[in-house]
């Protein structure tokens, strides 16, 4: 986790017939044998339709510049958070810099990537707290010292953010966000838009004391939210407000 100041986004607009065999190329790689099966045919009559070759669809995505995207966090950011911030971006080929004067956050990607990684982060950010306070209503109870509350809430944030993003590791290597031969451009293009942000400086965390209890409960809730369609925003998580 890096922090400083922030930068102003821009936005790409790739041919749409190009994005959808992009779209229908990753999902070539799916893990459903009749999915992945369908989405290649469907890519290569497309291709050969508008007589387009796989050095086509590499050369019309060949970003040069990286894009940001500025939101709202906090100005002090806790563990938990910067952890979640980080599995997000790595998910999705981002990176993200924290500025703790304005309590901003920069998410910096390539086209499309960032955009989603934004997405993600807040749907996350927001279902976890969601689902944070449906398990303190139910176990936080009786005369707990403040102390012990903030502990068990500090624990059940880790313990469902490591689950989740554990899970987002699984999902990029089943289906990678970027091809092969444009990891490097895009890696090269982050790191000058980081540059050109300024001096960074980056946050070590420390090593917390957790509740088991609570951490374990973090945990077996991180693994109920459904990533992909908070990133498509078709559903809500399974188990909010729902007693376990």
Known sequence: MVTSRLQKAHTVEPSPVIEKIKKLLALAHSSNEHEAALAAGHAQRLLAE????MADIEAAHRPDKADTIETTVSKSLPKWLRHLSAGVSSAFDCQAVHHPATGKM????VGADVQVAVYTFTYLDRTIRM???SYMKRHATGALANRHRELMRHSYYLGAVTTITARLREQKAETPVTTGALVPVKEGL????????????????RKS?????????????GATIGLRHGVTGTASPRGI???R
Do not use: E, K, V, W
Not at 209 to 221: K, L, P
């Open 209 to 221: 004391y957790i509740n088991s209890n609570a951490y374990t409960f973090g945990q077996a809730d």
């Open 50 to 53: 508008h007589n387009l070759a």
């Open 131 to 133: 689902l944070c306070s």
């Open 241 to 243: 407000g729902q007693p």
């Open 106 to 109: 920069t998410f910096i990607g």
């Open 190 to 205: 982050i790191r000058q838009a980081m540059t050109a942000i300024g001096t960074l400086r980056t946050m070590h965390s």
